[in-house]
Antibody, heavy 122, light 112 residues
Framework: EVQVVESGGGLVQPGGSLRLSCTVS????????MSWFRQAPGKGLEWVAF??????????EYAASVKGRFIISRDDSKSIAYLQMHSLKTEDTAVYYC?????????????WGQGTLVTVSS | DIVLTQTPLSSPVALGQPASISCTSS???????????LSWLHQRPGQPPRLLIY???DRFSGVPDRFSGSGAGTDFTLKISRVEAEDVGVYYC?????????FGQGTKVEIK
């Protein structure tokens, strides 16, 4: 069974940093690209960051709203994707979801975690 | 950047009746490989999103056949043939043809 579990959320002051983890099981992690998404309270879904498989370069893409502040990475030996967040702003407050790209051929996101809440407030 | 616009934003539907949601893209979504990477997801309150449809019309594993997707170019539609109580929630279209990935604003489906 595919499982995706986010962790690392919490309360942080503006300007602070936080690292989120996305631990997966039930599939071969290195064979899948991964993305982070977020959802501000009462709002819609927003894509945040994407990381390719290592055999496709392992490179990353970012939303303009987080580029230069957030870094996505992956540890295939541990089946974990990370989202390092710096210079956090109040508008970064959201539930952060991790999801795998189910298939390069389909470019869809088929397995989502329950999310982890990040609150940026003084 | 691509912008996806969904209509309506709210859809009260009686049980057993059909529902339809439109998603219009600001640009064509055909990728260089000829595919159109437009998905539909459903989110119930307090739950993560769940994939329903990908590549316009491919139904994901386990998704009931009352859900169907159609469209081409910049105009796409999700249809529910007969709404059931478990179908309430917010529906999102999403494009993964190019970065940044983008979602529509969401359409809230509720039982009338």
């Amino acid at each position: 069974e595919v499982q995706v579990v986010e962790s690392g959320g919490g309360l942080v002051q503006p300007g602070g940093s936080l690292r989120l983890s996305c631990t997966v099981s039930g599939f071969t992690f290195r064979d899948h690209a991964m993305s982070w998404f977020r959802q501000a309270p009462g709002k819609g879904l927003e894509w945040v960051a994407f990381i390719r498989r290592k055999d496709y370069g392992g490179t990353a893409e970012y939303a303009a709203s987080v580029k230069g502040r957030f870094i996505i990475s992956r540890d295939d030996s541990k089946s974990i994707a990370y989202l390092q967040m710096h210079s956090l702003k109040t508008e970064d407050t959201a539930v952060y979801y991790c999801s795998r790209e189910g298939s390069i051929a389909g470019r869809y996101y088929d397995s989502w975690g329950q999310g982890t809440l990040v609150t940026v407030s003084s | 950047d691509i912008v996806l616009t969904q209509t309506p934003l709210s859809s009260p539907v009686a049980l057993g009746q059909p529902a339809s949601i439109s998603c219009t893209s600001s640009q064509g979504l055909v990728f260089s490989d000829g595919n159109t990477y437009l998905s539909w997801l459903h989110q119930r309150p307090g739950q993560p999103p769940r994939l329903l449809i990908y590549k316009i019309s491919d139904r994901f594993s386990g998704v009931p056949d009352r859900f169907s997707g159609s469209g081409a170019g910049t105009d796409f539609t999700l249809k529910i043939s007969r709404v059931e109580a478990e179908d309430v929630g917010v529906y999102y279209c999403m494009q993964t043809t190019q970065f940044p990935h983008a979602f529509g604003q969401g359409t809230k489906v509720e039982i009338k």
